[in-house]
């Protein structure tokens, strides 16, 4: 067994016991492997350990990786240019990183374009960082107002990213986004529902399942440093 099948393992193991504290099903937990700096042979590693899905920074690593393995579900994570959006609508199964009004907009326009509808999540600034991307919580509901009249795109959550700090002392930033998320579910804006919370990283996935994710990101848990 390779290095990283065995770190693959180890964090399905993880996921397990933070689904067990939580009472939830890990099954509704999906691990994005996300390969920034991250090799062909390593990523090939990774399918073989049993990983369906990956997640990229950076658009031409993007479509690089996309090409090579069409087959797995990836996932764009950092942050969108608009003018980047063609290259990644209708190929990323989901699109974690919609900062903006204008970037759901763009989206949206690109999607009819090409006759899809594109997956995405809501970024959302919950620590009110200034080095972090996202929509302000307060303006969320805007957003998703918004997006009922879209043909292009649908709104499956929100994501965010919480300070590099104690596991613990980032609880409250999970809890917040999940507070937000049944808040906006339970307005039920066209009928339309919220499923995903993208939240947690390798060093506090644990805790943000604990508080609901959905899907985690990890990088370094499965690929080492």
Request: aromatic share 8%; with cysteine.
């Amino acid at each position: 067994m390779s290095a990283i099948a065995e770190r693959y393992d180890a964090v399905r193991a993880r996921v397990i016991d933070a689904a067990d504290a939580a009472d939830r099903c890990a099954d509704e937990i999906t691990i994005v492997a996300v390969t920034k700096h991250v090799g062909v042979p390593e990523v090939r590693q990774a399918i073989t350990a049993g990983c369906t899905d990956f997640g990229e920074n950076r658009v031409q690593e993007f479509l690089g990786k996309y090409g090579l393995f069409p087959d797995v579900h990836w996932h764009f994570i950092g942050t969108l240019q608009s003018n980047k959006v063609k290259d990644v609508v209708g190929r990323a199964y989901l699109i974690h990183s919609v900062d903006s009004l204008k970037l759901l907009e763009r989206v949206n326009v690109v999607a009819e374009t090409k006759g899809v509808v594109q997956r995405v999540l809501l970024q959302v600034n919950v620590s009110g960082e200034g080095s972090k991307h996202g929509f302000e919580p307060d303006d969320v509901e805007e957003a998703l107002r918004a997006a009922t009249t879209m043909n292009g795109v649908q709104v499956c959550g929100l994501m965010t990213i919480a300070p590099f700090a104690r596991a613990e002392s980032v609880r409250w930033v999970f809890r917040s986004l999940a507070e937000l998320f049944a808040t906006l579910n339970a307005m039920r804006f066209n009928g339309s529902e919220l499923h995903e919370l993208s939240m947690g990283m390798t060093n506090d996935f644990p805790i943000a399942i604990e508080e609901g994710a959905t899907i985690i990101r990890v990088g370094t848990a499965v690929f080492g440093r």
